[in-house]
């Protein structure tokens, strides 16, 4: 396997051939035949609007449904569409009712975004929220399962957990948290924003009660293509956020639970029909397919965070197997005093990287000001080069801080 040069013709994504992106993670890049499919899906829907959303687009989105839940590994019933998982998570929050007293758990390393999700939910009922500390930099996986069960009481209802990681980029250990969950009647939301594409997957086995996902990340979709996977015995208390015409239906051929997600009122749903183009798209540009795309990627990002720590002179913060495609290092603590804020950047060392070394990457403060980490996607189009190029411009950056 060469790294050293991309695994495909960077041109079949739309980049700027300019940059070294290698943020993938954010939000994803999808290939130009994959987007020509889906205004080709844009344009049936405009030529017949009323045909398209009254007559077709129930039977289209069907068909997409299996053709996800069969590479996610769920039965398709269980699975309907959301925009990203963000919506997932609010999705599960906002349908689920707490007690005063009741314990939420999320830990330290959860997506701002879905920790904000967790607290409303747990302030409009009188919960709690119970913040799990896994450490970073970790030895084990074992070190994850153990900082979550030290935190399970007879109070716990739910936990949600990464599948993998945002910040840190780790692959976390959750199928025996389940497990351990599971024998105590406590259910789990899994955040798999990452996941899908990136691990295989089949959602059933692993036994979460909710399990949400994006489609625009690691499948390289387009962007509004989310699902979210709810166990059978659980369908029925799960709603949409928007409630429209499905909340009272008399119909009797399917479950309330698809007809309410299957029409959230007029959307654009040209996303979610291109799956089922996109998994074969994607398994037909490498020998090996889906499988070959996933490993290629994961020894990539190895590869490129040994290239970046040479250059830093630091340890591997987590072990290799909790490594997907994504990985983050270790940075020099920030100079500034107080936590750096713009519109443009996520940190101060980001502007030269864009501006000067024409590198998009995300330095991260994580877990709290001083400390950060950066942040490495892996994806085909990428090779080695572009991480040793990044190696030497935080070292170079590092070097101008300590006055070197």
Sequence with gaps: MNLNQPAVDPSLFPLDPNVNFLNHGSFGSCPLAILEHQQEIRNRIERQPVHFYQRELE?????????????????????????????????????????????????????????????????RNGATVKTIEIPFPIESEQEVVDAVMSEVTSNTRLLLIDHVTSQTGMILPIRPIIDQLAERSIDTLVDGAHAPGMVPLNIESLGATYYTGNCHKWIC????????????????????????????????????????????????????????????????????????????????????????????????????????????????????????????????????????HHIEVPVITWPSHPKRVVRISAQIYNSLPQYQALGEALKKLKESENGE
């Design 221 to 356: 979709a387009p962007k509004t293509a989310g699902f979210l996977y709810t166990r059978s015995d659980k369908r029925d208390s799960i709603r949409p956020l928007t409630i429209s015409h499905g909340a009272n239906s008399p119909r009797t051929d399917r479950t309330r639970f698809l007809i309410e997600f299957g029409w959230k009122g007029t959307r654009d749903p040209s996303a979610a029909l291109a799956l089922p183009y996109c998994i074969e798209y994607m398994d037909r540009l490498l020998s090996g397919g889906w499988t070959a795309i996933m490993e290629r990627n994961r020894k990539l990002a190895l590869a490129g965070r040994a290239a970046i720590q040479r250059e830093l002179g630091i340890e591997p913060p987590c072990p290799d197997e909790m490594i997907g495609s994504l990985a983050s290092i270790p940075l020099l603590e920030s100079k500034l005093e107080e936590p750096y804020h713009s519109l443009r950047y996520l940190d101060y060392w980001q502007k030269p990287l864009v501006e000067k």
């Design 59 to 123: 039977p289209l989105l069907d068909e997409a449904r299996a053709s996800l839940a069969a590479f996610v590994g769920c039965p398709s019933e269980d699975l309907v569409y959301v925009t990203n998982a963000t919506e997932g998570i609010n999705t599960v929050l906002r349908s689920l009712e707490f007690n005063s007293g009741d314990e939420l758990l999320v830990s330290n390393h959860e997506y701002n975004a879905c920790r904000n999700a967790i607290h409303f939910a747990a302030e």
